[in-house]
C-alpha cells in the first residue's frame, strides 16, 4: 500500500524540514518532497500530518520489556506481544535482553527468545539479536541483579551460551574486571559478538585493559558502574578517550541528571553515544506492581524500585523523555543512527 503523509516535520540525521511530504509503498520510502509539493492521488493515500513530527524509528538496544510484557520469559508469545506494543513508544527495532537466572544461565529465556528471531513472522517492531546483561557482572554494580543470578566468566559456559543463542547473541554486558573475563572478552569477539562493560567496578586502567582486548561498548554510562573522580577516573575517562568505543544513556532525566546527559553527550558526541531505554515491563502502563525477572517492583516518579517502599530510584526508565528528545533534535542520530551502526544489520541503515 502506497500513501503520504502531507504537511508534517520531517527530520533525520541530515534533513529538517519544516513542512514537507513523505511518500511510503510497503515498507520503503518512494519520495521526500519540499513545502511547494502537492501530491496527486486519491483522497485516502494522502494523511494530513499537520503539526506532526516523521522522524525514523528508535532502536532501542537495552530494554527488559513494556506495556506489560518481559522479555525476559520463557514465553515467546509474550515477546510477540511486546513487538506488537512498542512501536507506539516510537521503537521500531530492539534487541531482546535476557538477565541471569538464579544458579544456572538462562537457556529457556533465550531458547524463547531465538524461537521469535529464527521465525520472521513478527508483527510490529523487529527484534534484531539478544543482548545477555550479565550474568558475569560485578556484584558490587549489580543494580537490580540479584547475587543469586550472577556467574564468574568461564569459557565452556560461553560455548555453551554461543550454541544456545544460534547466532543471534549480539551484545554481552560483562564485568572487565571479573576474573576470567579477559579470556572472555577475546573468545566473545572472535564470535563477532559486541561486548560491553558493564555493572562493573572497573578502574580506569581496568577498562583501557578491556577496551584493548575489544569491548566498543558502555553499558548504561553513569548507572551502576565506577563514578568518574578526579583521582579515581573509571571507566568513563576510558570510554572519552576511545574514539571507536560507545557510551549507552538512559536518557530519562531520572537515571543520569540532565546537566550530566548534556555532559556526556558533549564528551562522545551523538556519533557515540548510545540512547537506550532500559525499560521494564512497566514502562507505558497505568502505575502498577510489577516483576523483573521474578523479582518485585513499582514504578515511582517514571522509573523502577526495586526495593518498594524505599526511596531508591532503581533501575528502569518508563521511556525516553519524549521530550528531551524534540527540544535536542540534533540527538536524534543517537536514538536512530548510533545504536544500530556497528551491529551486523547496520549495512540496511542509510549510511551517512
Ligand atoms: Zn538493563
Known amino acids: 500500500m502506497q500513501f503520504t503523509l502531507r504537511d508534517a516535520h520531517l527530520i533525520d540525521v541530515t ?133 543469586s543470578w550472577l556467574r564468574t566468566p568461564d569459557e565452556i559456559e560461553i560455548e555453551q551460551l554461543l550454541a544456545i543463542t544460534d547466532g543471534h547473541l549480539r551484545l554481552l554486558t560483562l564485568a572487565p574486571e571479573l576474573p576470567g573475563a579477559s579470556a572472555m572478552i577475546c573468545q566473545l569477539v572472535n564470535a563477532g559478538i559486541t561486548v560491553s562493560m558493564g555493572h562493573t567496578d572497573a578502574t580506569y586502567e581496568q577498562a583501557q585493559e578491556a577496551i584493548k582486548l575489544g569491548v566498543t561498548h558502555v553499558t548504561h554510562c553513569f548507572n551502576a558502574m565506577r563514578p568518574l573522580l578526579h583521582r579515581s577516573p573509571g571507566p568513563l575517562a576510558a570510554l572519552a578517550q576511545a574514539k571507536h568505543v560507545r557510551g549507552e544513556l538512559i536518557a530519562d532525566g531520572v537515571h543520569v541528571h540532565p546537566a550530566a546527559m548534556n555532559a556526556l553527550v558533549k564528551m562522545l558526541g551523538p556519533e557515540r553515544t548510545v540512547v537506550i531505554t532500559d525499560a521494564l515491563s512497566a514502562a507505558g502502563v497505568p502505575k502498577a506492581p510489577f516483576d523483573f525477572a521474578g523479582q518485585p517492583a513499582q514504578v515511582i516518579f517514571g522509573a523502577a524500585d526495586d526495593q518498594p517502599g524505599s526511596s531508591r530510584a532503581g533501575r528502569a526508565s518508563e521511556r525516553v523523555s519524549t521530550g528531551w528528545l524534540r527540544r535536542r533534535l540534533t540527538y536524534l542520530r543517537s536514538i536512530t543512527v548510533t545504536p544500530g551502526h556497528y551491529l551486523p544489520w547496520s549495512g540496511r541503515l542509510c549510511n551517512r
Open 15 to 147: 534533513t529538517d524540514i519544516a513542512r514537507g511530504a513523505i511518500t511510503i509503498d510497503g515498507t520503503q520510502i518512494q519520495a521526500i518532497e519540499c513545502p511547494e509539493y502537492s501530491p496527486d492521488g486519491q483522497d485516502d493515500q494522502i494523511i494530513d500530518a499537520t503539526g506532526m513530527i516523521v522522524m525514523p524509528g528508535f532502536i532501542d538496544v537495552h530494554t527488559h520489556g513494556g506495556g506489560g510484557y518481559n522479555l525476559h520469559t520463557t514465553d515467546a508469545d509474550e515477546i510477540r506481544a511486546y513487538t506488537r506494543w512498542t512501536p507506539e513508544t516510537g521503537v521500531t527495532s530492539f534487541l531482546i535482553a535476557v538477565v541471569g537466572v538464579p544458579d544456572s544461565v538462562p537457556e529457556p529465556q533465550l531458547r524463547a527468545a531465538v524461537e521469535v528471531l529464527n521465525n520472521n513472522q513478527v508483527v510490529g517492531a523487529e527484534p534484531l539479536g539478544i543482548h545477555l546483561e550479565g550474568p558475569y557482572i560485578n556484584v558490587a554494580r549489580r543494580g537490580a541483579h540479584q547475587p
